[in-house]
């Protein structure tokens, strides 16, 4: 009883010093202050996270869609511990090198679908997009086209929060933040308008498409066009089959670079390797982090064709873009450990037979639920929407905090979902759950809608 009275004073002790000192990101700050931290992460194992008390919640998201070998996995540690026994940092600028950030570098180009063939490091997702960014209008300098600087990207799309990636994110609030984003660099269409795509001016938002932007801006304007093969935070959004196929085939008839954002669906979250793979797609640039390392270490990359490579390598002089953990050897050789044991352990084949059972148990919800709608799934990514009136496809007030109020439900009954907005839910659990993990998580969210339905009645 003493130890717990000690205990419970340690903890609140966190709370009031994280209340004071720690500025979370993409959190309300005020709420926080008054609040304090819902949880304090203090350990895990498989899809569990444990809260500092000792609580455990299931991690229904892989925390930011990321941990997708789950928690408390001893070999990445371990890779991170022998890496850093022998040296754990070292420079990659002037032509500095280190093992586990070449092995990478090749393992990623014999991973990578197509013509991928070379990398340039970063420690994330919105650095790699920025990155993308930069290559992309450098690489139309060297080719005597310096014109080509416009980005496109579509609606829906998050593609992080650095400067250059919020001003490609879509997202309003994201995008919109602190009024930073880049006028006249980027340009925004509509997502997933297959036909207007496959050039069907008839198509009733055709003036909304990527081929409409293209005919207004000028192809000689575009250097790339952004697209996450699903969409993620702007609301797991699988896009129509098709549609892919469609943008690449634009991009190409335009010269203009195709730039695939697999931040979140590279590394098997979407049952294949790459999200691309879903629709034999190949990029001229990959972005990718998150799950190449499943979290235990910070890490990210753009990977690039060998055409795209090769003209980088004609240019004669610096190129002046490089950050001070690129190829960082500690981080390369936990990515290396990740893919590793992704290929050994057959982790896809997993995702492929969860996939189903997502399926079914989002079904099942569906069925019970005349307010659930939308369902999908794909590989280990789902989500499904909410709507007062189903038949109508009527949302619920704001207020009523519809996915907000559901998830807190689910939270209080120990797992960990995420709200996209006031009407849509994600499920993205860790790519190793078995199946009556999943059924619990389906069960949980079964009692939370239900509980939910009772509040508002
Ligand atoms: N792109 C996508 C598709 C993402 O989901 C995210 C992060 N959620 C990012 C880019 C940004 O990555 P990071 O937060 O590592 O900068």
New binding site residues.
Partial sequence: MASQVVKDSKIQELIELDKKHYIHPTTDPKLLAEEGPPIIFAGGEGIYADHVNGDRYIDGMSM???VNLGHGVAELADAAREQMMKIAYASSFKGFSNEPAIELAKKIADMTPGDLEAVFYT???????DTAFKLARFYWEIKGKPSKKKIIAVSN??????IG?QTA?ALQAFHEFSGSNIPGLFVHATAHLLNAEQGDKNDPQYEESIRAAIEREGADNIAAIII?PV???GGVNIPPEGYLQAVRKLADEHDILFIA?????GFGRTGTMFGVENWNVVPDLM?I??GITSGYS?L?AVVMNKEFRDTLVSFEGVLAHGFTYSGHPTACAVALKNIEMLERDNVLDNVKAMEKVMRDGLAYLKEKHDIVTNTRVIGLLAAFDLREDRENDKTFAPEVKAAPTIVDECFDRKLILRPLGMDRIAIAPPLIINKEEVEKIIAIIDESITAFKNKIK
């Fill in positions: 930011l869609w990321n420690s994330g997702g919105s650095e790699s997009n799309a998050y593609h992080g929060v650095t990636a994110t996450e969409q993620g935070a954002d697999e931040v979140i669906c972005s982090a998150k910070q990210g």
